[in-house]
């Protein structure tokens, strides 16, 4: 948030030494796309929607051939294929549900939305061991679902399932959300306002989006399960609900709720999570493995009583700043976070420099940094455990939508080097930090100077002065350059001419 009109794209930022580099996949406006560290476009599956995009070993990438259409199913995909290097489909799932919209031929369709999970590939992305089932493996598949229940609601709901697919695409177990109601422990005011007007208006074709799953994994090998702890059975799933702010684990075996953070977090640590994204646990052989790692968007979100900031009562918490937590889920001690204060904003004046209200993820990578999509303003970058940031990307491509331009990026995830064979590894280049109080654009001046008024009496020393306010490690040559450009890994500069000195 708070960008400025013009800003540069691509890497603006790369640490060699610091960083953990790999291949970035994410999805841009014309399909599936791989990045290298300097933002060089190494690949692109064109026209393959990732909602996530993911990429698997052996240059395999999963995602969607397309949406429905419409402004009422802005979430229901197609289907989630796998297709190889060469954009042959190798597998596909999409017999959930046979929609009939009208204008559309009938056709059999996945409504797949926000995520899913590749059979034997806990948490979605990589970790030494990791070993993603390639040809004949199953998947768990968030999907959408229309149901009318009284007991939840008095409107008709768009509500989420978690479903598990064989190899040959048969669905061979449902979770529904709405089913365990009961069992999120929502207070009265919250089932009043769910009853009355989920997800704070209707929308989706009338339906209300009252839960909003968008993460969806399973543990996995962890050390709470390995210690006696049930809960945290490998094949159990956990998940992170936007519109409701909770996080929970779900048996596998039963579909029970065993382990739940939210909606309310009075007596938790690290206070009140709104909006969540992308919650999953840590994988084994990662730094803090065992622990919850969750976007915590902030934004709008959650059921209760009216408030200043809710006339009705959806949507009644709000904060205008996101953070990245990382958390033990037995005792909830914070063991790592990312704020606007880590980030090196004053806060509160500054705290909306780092914010997402929608979407984002972070993911734990083998060296201990993590890599953050902060997906509203169209970047990823990377930070150190203490918070330093070693590489950076702003996506160039921009959408529009009811007149309106954005460059969004809906959650990114890196791979090493050695899961895309067909590439060799490519050459790195060190991507210097610009200094910002130098950086200048073509015409514009080139830098401080001017007539100088002295006052009498007045202290000459400036009070605070910053040569650089993003405190980037910059070598300085003592030469202003007025016009530089980042993109794909190119830096362009054009030094001041005498003239302008």
């Not at 016009?483 to 302008?500: D, M, Q, T």
Request: with cysteine.
């Amino acid at each position: 948030m708070g960008h400025p009109t013009i800003y540069p794209t691509g890497v603006t930022i790369y640490n060699r030494e610091a960083a953990y580099s790999g291949y970035t996949v994410y999805p841009a406006p014309q399909g599936t796309l791989l990045i290298d560290m300097n933002g060089r476009e190494v690949r692109l599956w064109k026209g393959l929607h990732g909602e996530p995009a993911r990429v698997l070993p052996g240059g395999f990438v999963m995602g969607s051939t397309g949406r429905r259409g419409g402004e009422a199913f802005p979430f229901d995909n197609y289907d989630l294929v796998q297709v190889d290097w060469d954009g042959n489909t190798r597998r596909s799932f999409e017999r959930n549900e046979y929609i009939a919209d009208g204008g559309e031929a009938p056709r059999w369709m996945a409504r797949q939305h926000h995520d899913y999970e590749a059979e034997g590939f806990s948490a979605g992305y990589y970790a030494p061991g990791a070993a993603p089932k390639l040809e004949g493996g199953g998947a768990l598949i968030l999907v959408n679902r229309d149901v009318y229940d009284p007991a939840v609601s008095g409107k008709v709901l768009l509500d989420n399932s978690i479903i598990e697919v064989d190899g040959d695409g048969r669905i061979i177990w449902r979770w529904n959300a709405a089913d365990h109601f009961e069992e999120f422990g929502f207070g009265e005011d919250a089932k009043n306002v769910i009853y009355r007007l989920p997800s704070g208006r209707l929308s989706h074709g009338g339906k209300g989006f009252w839960f909003a799953i968008n993460a969806i994994s399973t543990l996995g090998a962890n050390r709470r399960y390995d210690g006696g702890d049930g809960r945290f059975h490998p094949d159990n799933i956990i998940f992170s609900g936007r519109n409701v702010n909770i996080l929970a684990i779900i048996s596998k075996k039963t579909g029970e709720v065993v382990w739940r953070l939210g909606p309310d977090y009075n007596d938790v640590p690290f206070g009140q999570i709104i909006g969540p994204n992308h919650a999953h646990l840590i994988p084994a052989g990662l730094p803090g493995a065992g622990n919850v790692l969750v976007f915590d968007n902030g934004g709008w979100a959650g059921y209760g009583a009216p408030n200043g900031v809710s006339r009705y009562g959806a949507a009644n918490k709000r904060r205008d700043y996101s953070r990245v937590l990382e958390f033990d889920p037995l005792t909830l001690e914070l063991v790592w976070q990312y704020t606007p204060a880590e980030a090196g904003h004053v806060e509160p004046l500054d705290s909306y420099k780092f914010y997402s209200p929608f979407f984002s993820s972070a993911q734990r990578l083998a060296n201990g940094n993590t890599l953050v999509t902060e997906a509203c303003n169209g970047r990823l970058f990377e930070v150190t455990a203490e918070h330093k940031t070693v590489w950076e990307y702003i996506t160039p491509y921009t959408t529009t939508k009811n007149g309106l331009v954005r460059n969004s990026i809906y959650r990114a995830y890196r791979v090493p080097y050695d899961w895309i064979p067909q590439l060799p590894s490519p050459d790195e280049t060190e991507v210097e930090p610009l200094n910002v109080s130098r950086f200048r654009v073509p015409g514009a001046p080139a830098g401080p100077g001017g007539k100088v008024t002295v006052i009498a009496g007045i202290d000459p020393n400036p009070r605070g002065l910053v040569e650089d306010p993003f405190r980037a490690e910059i070598v300085s040559t003592g030469e202003l350059s007025n016009f530089c450009v980042i993109n794909s890994g190119e830096r362009k500069v054009r030094p001041a001419s005498k003239k302008e000195e």
